[in-house]
């Protein structure tokens, strides 16, 4: 596991946690004298959105917590929790279901969202410590990469998203020059390309991507290409331009961030230009390890989350997207920020810090980019992973 998630603790652990809420309208009293009269109409709730965080019930989170998010003052209010094991990182479905590693158990679980999440059923992912997941662009299928292992699993879903046979599971080998992390293979996400052709699989322990092809009819992946990033910088997370022209990586052993170009029709990653997540002389610590990487709908700016300098950077990108700028950082709120996401829309960003047991709620400015914080930061102990709806 990465021992960065908990940046100033020894040991990489995931933590996620859900949080669902609703508001109801205030009572208005009755006239006590005078004549008969209608009460005035109640005022209706403002709507929310739920908010789901996943966290690390080994470290006392609650499992998966859901909090109602206010998209007019960006306000956090808590709702609900479902007890589940080490949910360190949730997928959803447009189809109302979420999906969710159990970090520690070696599996992964399927909920039904409506009417508040329920576990569908859940299933073992062949290998050890599944700290990423994602529906395939097609829908049917779930793809899992194992940390511990350093392999990803691939399974089938059901019409209606439970779990079925796992249809593949595909090993990486080799390691990387950093002796602590990068012994053997860990990887460390999937994802889908945007035209939804390939699969990549971002590999801290081998420094490599790799570029896969699902058959949808059999589930079993295809290896087409791998792409060595610079040794050691221990790729984590990866975020596509809406262009599939590139793709950028928050390199965690690194303390970088890496434009890659990348050619949609056969599938390739070349690595290229590699830029620091934090300005120069901002001292602070010896590694930083860059987390979670997000891009704004419009493609304008990046956001990348730094656990060692507990900060938030943002980056401009040229109307190409070719060339990223460091503009700034701005303090995360809490410690270790783990894992950031953008609202719908692009008006919020959350940041779970998972050393603080925070989520912090950040107003974006869509001409800027600029992040502010809302207020003080909602407390969720453990905090992996945020999924904002």
Same mark, same amino acid.
């Given at each position: ?9 020894a040991?990489r652990?995931?933590?996620r ?13 009755l ?6 009269r ?10 929310t959105?739920?908010l789901?965080?996943g966290?690390y019930?080994?470290?006392g989170?609650p ?5 109602a ?7 956090l209010?808590?709702a ?7 949910p ?8 109302g279901?979420l999906?969710a ?8 679980t399927?909920l039904t969202v409506p009417g508040?999440?329920r ?7 062949g290998?050890?410590?599944?700290c ?10 779930l793809l899992?990469?194992n ?15 439970r ?6 599971l ?6 990387g ?50 792409a ?9 997370h990866a975020v ?7 793709l ?9 961030? @890496? !434009?890659?170009?990348?050619d949609?029709g056969? $599938? +390739?990653?070349n =690595?290229?230009a590699?830029?620091p997540? %934090?300005? *120069?002389g ?5 590694r ?7 891009l ?9 989350s730094?656990r060692g ?9 040229d109307?190409?997207?070719?060339r990223?700028t460091?503009l ?10 783990r ?11 959350f ?8 989520v @912090? !709620? ?6 800027? $980019? +600029?992040?502010t =914080?809302t207020g003080?930061?909602?407390? %969720?102990k *453990?905090?992996a992973?945020?999924?904002?709806t």
């Amino acid at each position: 596991m990465a021992q960065q998630d908990q940046a100033a603790a020894a040991a990489r652990r995931p933590s996620r946690r859900l949080f669902l809420s609703a508001t109801a309208g205030a009572a208005v009293p009755l006239a006590l004298t005078g004549p008969a009269r209608a009460s005035a109409p109640r005022p209706a709730p403002r709507a929310t959105r739920p908010l789901y965080i996943g966290t690390y019930t080994s470290s006392g989170g609650p499992g998966i917590d859901i909090a109602a998010h206010d998209p007019a003052t960006g306000a956090l209010t808590h709702a609900s929790a479902l007890s589940l094991a080490d949910p360190s990182f949730l997928a959803a479905s447009g189809s109302g279901l979420l999906y969710a590693v159990n970090e520690y158990r070696d599996s992964v679980t399927a909920l039904t969202v409506p009417g508040g999440p329920r576990v569908l059923n859940s299933a073992n992912t062949g290998g050890s410590g599944p700290c990423h997941l994602a529906v395939h662009a097609a829908g049917g299928h779930l793809l899992t990469a194992n940390y511990g292992s350093g392999s990803v699993a691939v399974h089938a879903l059901a019409a209606d998203g439970r779990l079925g046979a796992r249809t593949d599971l595909v090993q990486h080998t080799g390691s990387g020059p950093d002796p602590d992390r990068q012994r053997g293979p860990h990887a460390h996400m999937v994802l889908n390309d945007p035209a939804g052709a390939f699969v990549l699989a971002v590999d801290l322990g081998t420094d490599t991507l790799y570029t896969y092809r699902l058959d949808t009819r059999t589930g079993r992946l295809a290896a087409v290409s791998q792409a060595r990033t610079r040794p050691g910088a221990g790729p984590r997370h990866a975020v596509f331009h809406p262009s599939g022209r590139y793709l950028y990586t928050a390199d965690e052993l690194g303390d970088s961030l @890496t !434009v890659c170009r990348y050619d949609p029709g056969t $599938g +390739r990653v070349n =690595p290229g230009a590699v830029l620091p997540t %934090v300005p *120069a002389g901002s001292g602070g610590t010896t590694r930083n390890y860059p987390a979670e990487i997000v891009l704004s709908p419009d493609a304008a700016h990046l956001y990348v989350s730094n656990r060692g300098h507990d900060s938030i950077a943002r980056f401009a990108l040229d109307q190409d997207g070719g060339r990223p700028t460091l503009l700034d950082t701005v303090p995360a709120g809490g410690s270790t920020p783990r894992h950031i996401a953008l609202a719908p829309g692009g008006d919020w960003l959350f940041a779970a810090n998972q050393t603080s047991g925070t989520v @912090t !709620v950040f107003a974006r400015d869509r001409t800027s $980019g +600029r992040l502010t =914080p809302t207020g003080p930061p909602y407390p %969720v102990k *453990a905090a992996a992973c945020v999924l904002p709806t």
